[in-house]
C-alpha cells in the first residue's frame, strides 16, 4: 500500500508489522534526507560567511557562537525528543487522547521556554559570548550575528518539537519537507544578503530567521488540519505537570547532552585560545563542520528508529526492537566509518572549503588528522544512546550522553595538552571517542539481557 493511500491507523499499525528493513528505511529516509540538507545549509552559511567577509576572524567570531546555539538547540530538544518519544509510546498504548494532551502541552511549554532564554541570552550575550571564548578580535562579529539570531530561535525550537512529533505520529515524508524548505531558503538568501546586498554577518542571521518563520508555519499548520494522526484539540493546551513531567524526563537526555556539548566547547575554545589563539579556534568550525555531515545522516537513522522502537517496546514486540537496533547500528557505524576516511584523505581540501587564511588552513588540517581518527566509533555510540531514550529510559540514556563530553572529555583536556600543546586538545577527541564507546557497548548489552530476561520470565 502507497504511504499517501495509508489511512492514520494504518499508519500506526505498520509500525508494528511491516519488515524492518522496510520501515525503518521508510522512516529513515526522509529523516536523513531532512537533516542532512539542514547541515548543509548551516555548511553553506559557513563557507559563504567564509569567503564573503575578507577577515580571517569572522571564522572563529562564528566559533564562538557554536555553544550558545548548542543550548538553544538543547532546550528544543528538551521538549521535541521527549514530546516525541511520548507520543509513539502512548500511541503503541492505543491512547490517542494522551498524545494529542501532550501535544497540546508542548506548545506553551516551548514558547515559555523560549521567551525566556532568548530575553537572558540578549541581555548578557557578551559575558556569555567571552566565556565561551569570544577574543576581543571575535568577539563584534559574534555578537552581531546573535543579537539578529536570537529571535528566530524560539521558531527554530517550535519546529524541532513539532517535526519529530509529525514524524512519531506517522509522516515521516512531510517531516522532511520541513527541513528542506528551511534549508531551500536560507540557501537561497545568506548568499543573496552576503554577496547581493553587502549586509555581513548580519544577512546570515537574517536569512536563517526567515528561513525558521516559514518552516514553523508549514509543520504548525499540519497539527492545525484535523484529518491528520495528531491535531490540536480544544482543552489540550492548558499544563499538566504530570504531562510536562514526562515529556522533559525523556527529553532531559539529548537535553543534557546537548548543554554538556555546549560546556564542552567553552572548555575547549578557551583551551585551543591558550595553545594556539583564534587560528585554533577557527580549526574547530571545519572539524565541526565536516562530521555534521555523518552525524546529521546517524541521527536522521535514529529519527527514523525512534517511532518503531517506541511503538514495539509500548506493544511488547521485543524481536522487533532488537531487529531494529542492530539494523540502525550498524547503518551508522558504515556512515561514521566513511567519515574518518575522507577526514584522514582530504583534510586540506575540507578546510580550503571553510577559510582563505593558509595558517587556519595548516591548523584545520592537523586538527582534522587527529580528531578523525577514532570518529568510526561514533555512529554506534549516538544510536545506542537514543536507542534508551526511545525506550524511555531517560537515565541511563543521560549517563551515556555524558560519558563522552564530561566523564572523559574533560580530564583529557587536563591532562594531555600540558604535556602535548595544542595536539593534546586534539588528541582528547579520539581518546574519549574510545572510552565512551566501551562504556556505551557494556551498558547496552547488560540492557538487552535484562529486556530479555524480563519477556522470558
Not at 512529533?165 to 534549508?183: C, D, E, L
Not at 491535531?231 to 492548558?238: A, D, L, Q, S
Not at 513531567?245 to 575547549?268: D, H, R
Not at 565541526?288 to 517511532?307: A, D, E, K, L, S
Amino acid at each position: 500500500m502507497a504511504t499517501a493511500t495509508l489511512s492514520n491507523t494504518d499508519r500506526l499499525r505498520e509500525l508494528g508489522t511491516a519488515p524492518i528493513g522496510k520501515i525503518l528505511l521508510k522512516y529513515s529516509l526522509p529523516a536523513v534526507v531532512g537533516t542532512v540538507v539542514s547541515a548543509i545549509y548551516n555548511i553553506i552559511d559557513s563557507i559563504v560567511i567564509g569567503h564573503a567577509i575578507d577577515d580571517p576572524n569572522v571564522v572563529s567570531g562564528i566559533a564562538v557562537t557554536f555553544p550558545v546555539m548548542t543550548l538553544v538547540t538543547a532546550l528544543g530538544m528538551l521538549i521535541g525528543a521527549g514530546a516525541a518519544t511520548r507520543v509513539s509510546i502512548v500511541l503503541g498504548q492505543n491512547d490517542k487522547k494522551m498524545a494529542e494532551t501532550i501535544l497540546g502541552n508542548c506548545v506553551q511549554l516551548t514558547l515559555i521556554i523560549g521567551i525566556v532564554y532568548v530575553g537572558a541570552f540578549s541581555m548578557f550575550i557578551d559575558p556569555i559570548l567571552k566565556m565561551f571564548g569570544a577574543s576581543p578580535n571575535t568577539l563584534p562579529y559574534a555578537r552581531e550575528f546573535m543579537l539578529w539570531v536570537l529571535p528566530g530561535c524560539v521558531l527554530q525550537n517550535l519546529t524541532f518539537s513539532y517535526n519529530n512529533v509529525m514524524r512519531a505520529s506517522g509522516y515521516p515524508g512531510k517531516a522532511m519537507y520541513t527541513n528542506m524548505i528551511g534549508a531551500g531558503v536560507n540557501a537561497v538568501l545568506a548568499p543573496l544578503f552576503l554577496f547581493g546586498f553587502h549586509w555581513g554577518i548580519r544577512g546570515a542571521a537574517i536569512a536563517t530567521d526567515i528561513a525558521m518563520l516559514i518552516t514553523a508555519f508549514f509543520v504548525m499548520s499540519h497539527f492545525f488540519n484535523k484529518k491528520n494522526t495528531l491535531h490540536f484539540v480544544k482543552g489540550t493546551f492548558r499544563l499538566q505537570w504530570r504531562v510536562i513531567k514526562s515529556v522533559l524526563y525523556i527529553g532531559m537526555a539529548p537535553f543534557l547532552i546537548n548543554v554538556a556539548g555546549s560546556g564542552i566547547n567553552a572548555i575547549i575554545n578557551n583551551t585551543l585560545y591558550s595553545y594556539g589563539g583564534d587560528n585554533a579556534i577557527a580549526a574547530v568550525v571545519v572539524f565541526n563542520r565536516f562530521v555534521t555531515i555523518f552525524v546529521f545522516v546517524i541521527i536522521g537513522i535514529c529519527q527514523g528508529m525512534q517511532p518503531i522502537v517506541g511503538y514495539n517496546y509500548g506493544s511488547g514486540r521485543h524481536s522487533r526492537l532488537f531487529h531494529t537496533l542492530w539494523l540502525a547500528a550498524g547503518s551508522a557505524v558504515v556512515i561514521s566509518t566513511i567519515g574518518s576516511i575522507v577526514g584522514a584523505v582530504f583534510p586540506r581540501q575540507i578546510a580550503s572549503m571553510f577559510m582563505q587564511d593558509e595558517a587556519q588552513i595548516t591548523c584545520a588540517v592537523n586538527c582534522l588528522h587527529y580528531t578523525t581518527i577514532m570518529f568510526w566509533m561514533v555512529g554506534f555510540q549516538i544510536v545506542a544512546t537514543n536507542f534508551f531514550q526511545a525506550l524511555g529510559m531517560a537515565g541511563k540514556a543521560i549517563f551515556l550522553s555524558l560519558t563522552r563530553q564530561i566523564i572523559f572529555m574533560i580530564p583529557m583536556l587536563l591532562i594531555l595538552p600540558p604535556h602535548m600543546g595544542l595536539n593534546g586538545v586534539w588528541a582528547a577527541f579520539p581518546v574519549s571517542d574510545t572510552a565512551a564507546t566501551i562504556v556505551t557497548a557494556s551498558l547496552l548489552f547488560f540492557q538487552i539481557r535484562k529486556i530479555k530476561a524480563a519477556k522470558n520470565a
